[in-house]
């Protein structure tokens, strides 16, 4: 199975300004096709998971334009330029390249 | 608007089995994949398997061959995930969401809590 590592495991952030979480592969992530199969989930308290990012950079519909992705074919970063309040949760990057599909443990992101 | 609605919580005993129902709308069902995952409390996500709606062909994970079975009514635009041998660890909130063309899951259901007893 593709491991998937996040870091920081936790992230206070202050309103306004931005923030990044760091997401590395096992294994590359890119597909013949040119695509990587990395997206990015925000699991907001109490709520199940919505979906933010796409093949590594591209953002989900009705997502903000403060979030966006980017990365290698191992190494991904989900970069949010101006936190908003609304924006704590807990994030997970997830690999599709190939099945099982899998998970990152999560970074926590709270106000400080 | 594109929703997924779950069947209701559900308690079981240890060794029965327990089936989650998952109803699309406001998209056509036959055109996405659906995914299942779970949430043990407190802890992150964990994919158990997809059902291929072109032919019904499901695929799982490893972990839960064996012992789960992804199915789905095209008529009623419904898709099931049943989960057997049911063993405490089992304990977790079940999502079944919708996966686009680029595997991204894109629309969820609201959760199924499925608490395994003795």
């Known amino acids: 199975d593709i491991v998937l590592t996040q870091s920081p495991l936790i992230l206070p952030v202050t309103p306004g300004e931005p923030a990044s979480i760091s997401c590395r592969s096992s294994?590359?992530?890119?597909?013949?096709?040119?695509?990587?199969?990395l997206a990015w989930y925000l699991q907001k308290p109490g709520q199940s998971p919505q979906a933010l990012i796409s093949l590594g950079s591209g953002r989900a519909s009705g997502v903000p334009d403060r979030f966006s992705g980017s990365g290698s074919d191992t190494d991904f970063i989900l970069t949010i330029s101006r936190v908003e309040a609304e924006d704590v949760g807990v994030y997970y990057c997830?690999?599709?390249?190939?099945?099982?599909?899998?998970f990152g443990p999560g970074t926590k992101v709270e106000i400080k | 608007q594109e929703q997924l609605v779950q069947s209701g919580a559900e308690l079981k005993k240890a060794g029965a089995s327990v089936k989650v129902s998952c109803k699309g709308s406001?998209?056509?069902?036959?055109?996405?994949?659906m995914h299942w995952l779970r949430q043990a409390p407190g802890q992150g996500l964990e994919w158990m398997g997809w059902?291929?709606?072109?032919?019904?062909?499901?695929k799982y994970a490893p972990k839960f061959q064996g012992r789960v079975t992804v199915t789905r009514d095209r008529a009623i635009s419904t898709a099931y995930m049943e989960l057997s041998s049911l063993r405490y660890d089992d304990t977790a909130v079940y999502y079944c969401a919708r996966g686009d063309a680029e595997y991204l899951l894109d629309v969820w259901g609201q959760g199924t809590t499925v608490i395994v007893s003795s």
């Open positions: 059902i291929n709606p072109n032919n019904g062909v499901p």
């Open positions: 997830m690999q599709a390249l190939e099945a099982p599909l899998t």
């Open positions: 294994q590359s992530l890119l597909h013949g096709n040119g695509y990587k199969y």
């Open positions: 406001g998209f056509i069902f036959n055109g996405y994949f």
